[in-house]
């Protein structure tokens, strides 16, 4: 069983209340070889939501809005659906600031990408569970 980014299996949660699903991660979650997930709504974000990304160590929106608060509920209660349906990988969306594996967004809205994981990704792998993006299927 895998966790995958519920944007990547078709379910509008992206910050701008899209989805950009994967056909790939669709059909895994329909055949029931993994489970959707949204960090940020589990942390008790809304979708649509502002632009988020990880500055020092904190998320903060587009607006200097600090939530780091919600990233680190949420990317907790993602860990405990994997944990509970015994998943030992991940397929995440790439640059997410709470779904991005190796690389994410600097901080600075800029575009500009720094090597980093988001909060869930990180979660994930203190927790021995093996983490990808959907760009490395």
């Known amino acids: 069983m895998k966790i995958v980014s519920a944007c990547l299996a078709g379910i509008n949660c992206r910050y701008d209340g899209k989805s950009g699903g994967n056909k790939n991660i669709i059909e895994m979650v329909k055949k029931g070889?993994?489970?959707?997930?949204?960090?940020e709504q589990l942390g008790g974000l809304?979708?649509?939501?502002?632009?988020?990304?990880?500055?020092?160590?904190?998320?903060?929106?587009?607006t200097?809005?600090?939530?780091?608060?919600?990233?680190?509920?949420?990317?907790?209660?993602?860990?405990?659906?994997?944990k509970s349906t015994g998943c030992k990988k991940a397929i995440l969306k790439a640059m997410s600031p709470s779904c991005g594996c190796g690389r994410i967004y600097?901080?600075?809205?800029?575009g500009n990408l720094v090597e980093g994981d988001g909060f869930f990704a990180r979660l994930l792998k203190q927790n021995k569970i093996s983490v990808k993006t959907e760009e490395e299927l």
Not at 33 to 39: D, H, L, M, W
């Open 106 to 110: 600097d901080g600075n809205f800029s």
């Open 64 to 82: 200097g809005v600090d939530r780091t608060e919600e990233f680190s509920r949420g990317a907790q209660e993602a860990l405990k659906i994997a």
């Open 46 to 62: 809304s979708t649509p939501k502002e632009k988020h990304e990880i500055k020092q160590g904190r998320v903060i929106s587009e």
């Open 33 to 39: 070889e993994a489970i959707p997930v949204c960090p």
